[in-house]
């Protein structure tokens, strides 16, 4: 029987940890992590692991940290751990040295059904963009990002209440299976690569700033409700609200008698409901968190503060 392959696990936030955990339940060889640095976080900006090494330290597997990938010294601690496949879910891009470095290559698990959605920001954006279905692909690792053969797929439904949020759940534990599946098929030598197709029409998902998230209140209410649930919870789709920044989490259309008013204009009575003109009708502002408050529903927020 053939030794187990020697396995680098490279990621940080939650989102890769059911993939490490899930390798370590099937027994397979993990010979290290590689994380982000700790980071201050909290009021106290304490020094905080990130979740990733959280799971492997409790599983005594050794962590390395590198602020460059490129650094002489991690380099050389990454040669003498012989690994023979690299594994990325959820990290940062990597050098051709570190990632052309194992016999067995380095795949990368990613959020979307490729060659759609490559980016930073593939499970916002499958939603911001109204689709009914995404997935999980793992893929190796080549020079240009996530551009990589594909080795396996798997798809997902999007339903029409998901969230960024409940999407993200159910595609961090299908891309745990898959993280497994495709190590073991590696292991097995029968696996396929198959190109990315290219020349269709490719959707992309970029990195989500600020910016992004603003309501554009000139489009139309199901393109406005998309956006706000490819953007909850976080980083949140947000407006400006009788002169103060507003983070927007739900919203759904509202039978409003009026046809007047401006995109943007806001209609209430004060006591249960807070509607929101778009394009083509009215919205209804289901739940939300003005600055220095907390996340509520609009009918909590009208118990305390009125809009003249």
């Known amino acids: 029987m053939a030794a187990p392959l020697r396995i680098i696990f490279m990621g940080t936030p939650d989102f890769a940890v059911p993939s490490l955990r899930a390798l370590v339940e099937h027994n397979h060889h993990v010979v290290a992590v590689i994380t982000a640095p700790d980071r201050p976080s909290g009021r106290g900006l304490k ?6 090494k959280q799971y492997a330290v409790e599983q005594g597997i050794a962590v390395l940290q590198p602020e460059k990938l490129k650094d002489p010294a991690f380099l050389e601690q990454l040669r ?49 963009n109204g689709e009914t279905e995404t997935g999980v692909t793992t893929f190796f690792l080549e020079k240009e990002i996530d551009t990589g053969k594909i080795i396996f797929q798997e ?16 595609l961090m534990h299908k891309g745990a299976e898959l993280v497994v599946r495709t190590v073991e098929a590696i292991a097995e ?74 995109p943007g ?18 919205l209804s502002i289901d739940e939300l968190q003005l600055e220095g408050k907390r996340r509520m529903s609009t009918e909590e927020l009208l118990r305390g503060m009125k809009f003249s």
Request: include cysteine; charged fraction near 20%.
């Open 47 to 52: 020094l905080t692991p990130s979740p990733v």
């Open 80 to 128: 003498e751990l012989r690994a023979d496949l690299q594994i990325v879910v959820a990290f940062r891009m990597l050098p051709e040295v570190v990632w052309a470095m194992p016999p067995r290559g380095t795949f990368n698990l990613h959020a979307s059904l490729l060659p759609q959605y490559r980016g930073a920001a593939p499970i916002n954006w499958a939603i911001i």
């Open 155 to 170: 798809k997902e439904a999007i339903s029409p209440d998901d969230t960024a949020g409940t999407l993200y759940e159910r």
């Open 189 to 262: 030598g029968n696996y396929p690569q198959e190109p990315q197709p290219e020349g269709a029409e490719l959707k992309a998902a970029p990195k989500i700033f600020k910016e992004t998230c603003e309501i554009d209140w000139n489009r139309t209410t199901g393109e406005i409700r998309n956006f706000v649930r490819g953007l909850a919870p976080y980083p949140a789709a947000w407006t400006s609200l009788n002169g103060s920044f507003c983070k927007i989490f739900s919203v759904s259309r509202a039978e409003h008698d009026s046809t007047n008013g401006q």
């Open 265 to 282: 204009e806001y209609y209430t009575d004060n006591k249960k409901y807070l509607y929101m003109r778009a394009a083509d009708g009215w």
